[in-house]
């Protein structure tokens, strides 16, 4: 009985995950509709990657739509997908590009915003909230996302760098073909998107690296692993001027939990000398914040 009761709660967790998957790429997918069809297009601008050259290739040929050719566009990259990252990636992918490619076709909302600078900012924004969204999911909408993620697993390449050195080809070809202005107006666009990408996936997951040194170091460290729940590392060192033997406090706490942190050292210790630094990525069991790809 308790074997069925198992194996139905997981089958529930299975269905339940799929759904939020579906609602988060819907969700970012309508985003980006908004972004392309209520402010790119109808401004003459470009976008960076496979959405970007969709967009070209509409400009040159009319008839086609952006939707298809983005579709089109992404076979190959699915194929990587499958072979880069892992099956179920690959499968929440087409299932994405599927919705991003509907999603694009079907909303058609023109958004009030006329000036060119206003409109750029505007579509970063909700651009990359849109993409940011969708990387949350277990999938992507295809395109750079694809590459993106392959990236950020086998070299640890932030997910916005990447969208943001491939933009770069797509723009140095629309100012060729295109306005130059219209190009700059774009750039201004991909890197605000680029930044609100990067903030939606990793932003308050990022993790924090800290170091204190204090003569009241075991107080300290208990604290930390007591209130906190984190674990500490005691390090070895010595002055370089008073040669004297010190001990050094290394931890990692999430972004919410630095302000503890800080609390505790200044009411121990107010003299504490503590560097804080960024992390890039943190495995572990307890602390990681690698994405699920």
Known sequence: MKAKLNVH??????????????????????LCGISINGILIPRGFVSGGVVGVSILLHYTLPFLSVAVIYFLLNVPLFMAGWFFVNHRFFLYSIVGAIIFTATVSLVQISVP??????AALLAGLIQGLGSGIILKSQGSAGGTDILSVILYNRFSVRLGTTILGFNTLVLAAAAFFFSLEDALYTMIYLYVATKVVDLVVTGLSQR???????PVWEKISSRIMKEIGRGVTIMHGQGAYSEGEKRILYTVVTFQEISDLKVIVRNEDPSAFVVI???AEVMG????NQAHW
């Open 9 to 30: 709660k997981a089958k529930l967790d299975v269905h339940k995950t799929a759904a939020s998957n579906l609602l988060l790429m819907t969700l970012g997918s309508i």
């Open 113 to 118: 915003v006329y000036d060119k600078l206003l």
């Open 208 to 214: 924090k690296a800290v170091f204190i040194v204090s």
């Open 277 to 279: 630094s960024d992390t």
């Open 285 to 288: 069991n307890r602390i990681g």
